[in-house]
């Protein structure tokens, strides 16, 4: 076959993705920034008149990033809908699907995307600040613990999702596939192996980044940060839960709201529009919505690492309640209102998954054959809620007595984000853009980094070539004239 | 500690070539990847070559090329100027890498930095990536159903791929 030279010039979809608009006032100082991120259109009118227990394998596919939480809140919504509460070793072996998927990817956002800030350093050139850059100066022997790390979590995730990636086991009420002795005992290797490196993680960090004062004083710094609510899963002693419980809401004192079960969601979260994009902000509706502010009576609340922890009283394994407590310990008591910290808030979940992982692995009952609650009542109406690594994700569906969908609503981790992080990418403007001056050069990197701490996930929409997020900012003056546009990626 | 190192993944399989279906499947276009594997895949009885379909990028995607000398890759494209439908195929090194500046990818780096990443770190990589790219029309707008020029695409585009199956392993580029 003759070798056909071409050349390639993806363009990329700016459309709605990735591009910030900047607005300055007669001073040149910033008036507003918005942020658009992309929608993808039709997944609930897709999903009308399929059956629900197609959801888990369908909903899987809406992202590329978290198919797991996916699946996961697709299965508890199935369960929810046809009124069946899953045998105890189902929800076990669910569970434990779903740390290892966290383990891989809480260990990919450190290492691949957060971390190149802190380990390279924000100031470092740009072609060293990614994670070739990382492995350069942390060694190549880590570097493989990563890689290795990742394939252990995608490893345990293959063993119960019945698949590899793309889990397939659950069913309304419980799973497909079970855990035999051998694999048990994988597992258990796996997760012994785990805890340690994520202990490693959490001692890199310390080292990096805690004890380097100028990574503190960015931490500690007004630019990221902003006292807005916080929301997460907690169990029955308020502990930090990935898998069930009842969602936490915490003020921006740190004092509990209230704690709601997931079915409730729509007393507690309202949706305010926004002119300029398609995606909702959703708010607590008891606070209300004071516009892109924080503070005790702005309702705008966060749903991330940091959220989980300061919406918790601590962590459910012993080694993580440690790092909880010298966390707050470290940044002066709760709740802990800088976004960068929640790099750290994220490490902390990681040995949290490790550690559960291996009291799954462990429990007796985890082998068990009884792994699922056949349904007999009619299918009507649920609500499946897991936190998603970047935040809390809500599945609720609508059936037909023949459990055939009639209506689907999701409230994705990201959107829970979306007014907190076109808050601190506001603040980072400002911040950078001073009487008409704009520095070009940090502008690009202090926005990356104040959206890359909240993990968005936008991965749903970059699977055609090239496969990248492309950022745009446009600068605008006080009569709306376009002054400056940066770009990458475009 | 556990055997199952990354690193032995070559180990497991006898196959030396690797057909990928990239997207994701029930996104208009994006799910053409999907549709040729599915379309190709009965004319495919070498078992030198391993046949998959995945909805992933970035790190995922290297990790699953780890152990073959030859990955062909099957993937939806828009580019500057292009028309719906046409079928075109070249290296992967003829793409931009847009992330050796940054990390910025959402939630993850590009191919082209995550195989350098893992030949850093010794994982057994192919040396030859080709992709054969379809340029889409609709990829935010859920469906499983494909544009019109788009799935008319779809003999050519099996075409190039049995033609690049047929080459030796080193004689694409």
Known sequence: MATKRITIDPITRLEGHGKIDIFLNEEGDVANTYFQIPELRGFERFCVGRPVEEMPLLTNRICGVCPEAHHMAAAKAGDAVYHVDPPSAAKKLRELLYMGFYFTDHTTHFYALGGPDFVMGPDAPVAERNILGVIRKVGLEIGS??????????????????????????????????????????????????????????????????????????????????????MGLVDEQNRVNFYEGQISIVDPDGRRLGKYHPRDYRDWIAEHVEPWTYLKFPYLKQVGWKGFVDGNDSGVYMATPLSRLNAADGMATPLAQEKYEEFYAKLGGKPVHQRLATHWARLIELLYAAERMLELATDPEITSDDIRTVPTATPTEGVGTVEAPRGTLTHHYWTDERGILTKVNLIVGTTNNYAPITMSIKKAASNLIKKGTVVNEGLLNMIEMAFRAYDPCFGCATHSLPGQMPLEVTIHDADRQVVDVLKQFC | MCSNNFADRQLDHPATTLLIGLGNPILGDDGIGWRVIEAVQSQITDPAVTVRRFSLGGLSLMEQMIGYQRVILVDSIQTSGGSCGEVMWFPLAALPNPSTGHSTAAHDTSLQTALEVGRNLGANLPEHITIVAIEAERVFDFSDELSPAVAAAIPEAVETVLKLLAEPVAAVF
């Open chain 1, 145 to 230: 613990k990563v890689i290795q790390a990742r394939h252990y979590g995608h490893s345990v995730v293959q063993m119960l999702g019945a698949r590899q990636i793309h889990p397939a086991t659950s069913v309304p009420g419980g799973v497909l596939k079970g855990l035999n002795e051998d694999e048990r005992q994988e597992i258990e290797k796996i997760a012994q192996w785990a805890i340690e490196f994520a202990q490693f993680s959490l001692q890199l960090f310390n080292d990096l980044v805690l004890g380097n004062d100028q990574y503190v004083d960015l931490i500690l710094g007004d630019i990221y940060t902003d006292r807005t609510h916080y």
